[in-house]
Structures are given as structure tokens and as C-alpha cells.
């Protein structure tokens, strides 16, 4: 059943007053993301940067919010057909084991709210801001273009168009989609680790109940193949080892942290990380080889 216009209005109202209270809670992170590219651009001069950066950070709102709505009509354009796929190569490529079940072993002394603060609150400052962070901060032309596009093509590319062709729900909504016990495990470890009665569990229903109604709202989309959690942190991986060497580790840490979360949660199959980050550092690679050729056709 395809709700009616009115309840898609109140539906975008009700995420929009979530989103804002959630933002409200990441403020204190959000400081700190800013009073650290602040002290970097010290040398450089806030006026002189301050122009570019509002410019980067209204787009990346606007941004955001566009390519969320597009996601939600993915399973309208292309239903989710991939899943059985996609769990099967998982299995594959893991020895016979689903990669959740491996991830939920190592975590077993993790607090599963460490992973829940990971994986959307930690992860979502570099995710939305790092075009801001490279021009309140970056004077590398080249590479500010480079990590653009390494940006839009995360976002889009694998989140809008790779995420058509390869439509899949992810383990933690596999059951409910085609029906039997497959991830039955899956449902009884989240629930056991208290992840399930948390917000993200939440989150993981009411994204279930938006597809169910077909409902469309920022934010209200289900897409797992292949994972822009995992691209992204790797953009920010690679741009951190642009940045500076030191800043590597950090990280190398970070992405894998984010590709263990997103297997933990049942969001994604690993492949849906692997895939992402063999993308990523491809397109990567080539911009570098070419020394942005592409890039010197948008202007600085």
C-alpha cells in the first residue's frame, strides 16, 4: 500500500524533528570537528577560507538530503532482488560462515553501544563534512578536487546507481524480505546484545516500516549493496594519508572499524564493504595517475 501525499508530508516532518534533535546530540563531536580544522587553518587564515567553506557545507546539507530521497526510491525502481546472491558469496568468501556471525564472536567483550556511537555518530562527521574540513583547511588544489569527486562518486555512485543494480536489503532485513530462518541468529544475537532495543534498533524498524508503507522521507531508505558507510570511511582513510603520514593509522582504524560495525549490525554483507573500498581506492589510483585530469574542468 503507497501512502498518500499527506502522510508523506507528516512522515518528512517526523524525520526532519529527528534528525535536527539527533544533530543537537552530536554538537559536542561536531565542536571538536571544527575547533581541530580551526586550529589547523591558523596559518592559512579563517577570512580567506570562510567563503569556500560555507559554500562546501550548505552544499553538503543540500547534498545529503538529495541523494537520501533518491536512495528511497531505489526498491520502487528496482525491487530488491540481489539478497539470496549476495549471502551466498558472503559465505563463500568466509569459509562457510556468515561474516556476522565472525564479527559477533570478536565483539563479545565490545559494548555494543561503543559500536552504536561508531558506527553513526563518529562516522557521520567525516561522512557529511569532509568537504568542509578540505576548505576550511586544504590549500592542495589538486588534491581538494581529487577528494571532491572521490566525495560525489561515493555518495552517488555507489550509493544511487551501483545500489540499483545490485538492490539488496542486507542480512538484518533478509528474513522479513524473503521469508524463512536464514539470519534467525542474527535477529537473537542483536537482541541479546541489547542492539536490537537500542536507537539503532529502532532505526532498523522504522526503516522497515517506511519500505513496508512506501514511504519516502530523508533518511527513510534501505540499500545494502554496496555499503557508502564503508565508502566513505575510506575516502577518509585516503585523504588522511594524503594529509599526512602520521595521520594513516587513524585511519586504517577508523575504516575497519566502520567495515566491523556495519557486518556487526547486520546492515551489510562484507561484500557490500569490499566492494566499496576495491572502488574507492581504484578511482583513487586513476585520478592520482592522472593527476586529476578530470578534476581541472571544475574550477578552484
Known amino acids: 500500500?503507497?501512502?498518500?501525499?499527506?502522510?508523506?508530508?507528516?512522515?518528512?516532518?517526523?524525520?526532519?524533528?529527528?534528525?535536527?534533535?539527533?544533530?543537537?546530540?552530536?554538537?559536542?563531536?561536531?565542536?571538536?570537528?571544527?575547533?581541530?580544522?580551526?586550529?589547523?587553518?591558523?596559518?592559512?587564515?579563517?577570512?580567506?577560507?570562510?567563503?569556500p567553506t560555507i559554500y562546501a557545507l550548505l552544499g553538503c546539507l543540500v547534498f545529503s538530503m538529495a541523494f537520501s530521497l533518491v536512495k528511497t526510491s531505489i526498491p520502487s525502481i528496482q525491487p530488491f532482488y540481489a539478497d539470496p546472491f549476495f549471502a551466498d558469496l558472503d559465505a563463500a568468501l568466509h569459509f562457510g560462515v556468515d561474516p556476522w556471525r565472525i564479527a559477533h564472536s570478536v565483539a563479545a567483550f565490545v559494548p555494543p553501544s561503543v559500536i552504536v556511537v561508531l558506527y553513526f555518530m563518529v562516522w557521520f562527521l567525516p561522512a557529511v563534512f569532509l568537504p568542509v574540513f578540505i576548505a576550511l583547511t586544504d590549500t592542495d588544489t589538486d588534491?581538494?578536487?581529487?577528494?571532491?569527486?572521490?566525495?560525489?562518486?561515493?555518495?552517488?555512485?555507489?550509493?544511487?546507481?551501483?545500489?540499483?543494480?545490485?538492490?539488496?536489503?542486507?542480512?538484518?532485513?533478509?528474513?522479513?524480505?524473503?521469508?524463512?530462518?536464514?539470519?534467525?541468529?542474527?535477529?537473537?544475537?542483536?537482541?541479546?546484545?541489547?542492539?536490537?532495543?537500542?536507537?539503532?534498533?529502532?532505526?532498523?524498524?522504522?526503516?522497515?516500516?517506511?519500505?513496508?508503507?512506501?514511504?519516502?522521507?530523508?533518511?527513510?531508505?534501505?540499500?545494502?549493496?554496496?555499503?557508502?558507510?564503508?565508502?566513505?570511511a575510506a575516502v577518509t582513510l585516503l585523504y588522511l594519508w594524503e594529509r599526512s603520514r602520521a595521520l594513516a593509522p587513524f585511519g586504517v582504524l577508523f575504516a575497519a572499524m566502520i567495515m566491523f560495525a556495519s557486518v556487526y549490525h547486520g546492515w551489510h554483507y562484507a561484500v557490500d564493504g569490499y566492494v566499496s573500498i576495491v572502488a574507492v581506492t581504484a578511482l583513487w589510483a586513476v585520478l592520482r595517475r592522472r593527476n586529476v585530469a578530470i578534476a581541472t574542468y571544475i574550477p578552484a
Open 1 to 51: 500500500m503507497r501512502e498518500q501525499p499527506a502522510a508523506l508530508l507528516l512522515g518528512a516532518v517526523r524525520t526532519s524533528f529527528y534528525l535536527l534533535k539527533s544533530f543537537a546530540e552530536w554538537l559536542p563531536i561536531l565542536g571538536v570537528f571544527l575547533a581541530g580544522s580551526l586550529y589547523l587553518t591558523r596559518k592559512y587564515g579563517v577570512r580567506a577560507r570562510i567563503v
Open 143 to 232: 588534491r581538494s578536487k581529487r577528494f571532491m569527486i572521490l566525495y560525489v562518486v561515493s555518495w552517488v555512485g555507489l550509493g544511487n546507481v551501483m545500489a540499483m543494480l545490485g538492490s539488496s536489503a542486507g542480512p538484518v532485513y533478509y528474513d522479513r524480505l524473503i521469508g524463512g530462518t536464514r539470519f534467525a541468529d542474527l535477529t537473537a544475537a542483536l537482541e541479546s546484545s541489547g542492539i536490537a532495543a537500542s536507537a539503532l534498533g529502532r532505526v532498523q524498524d522504522n526503516l522497515w516500516q517506511f519500505y513496508s508503507d512506501g514511504g519516502q522521507s530523508v533518511g527513510s531508505g534501505i540499500s545494502a549493496f554496496p555499503s557508502v558507510h564503508v565508502g566513505l
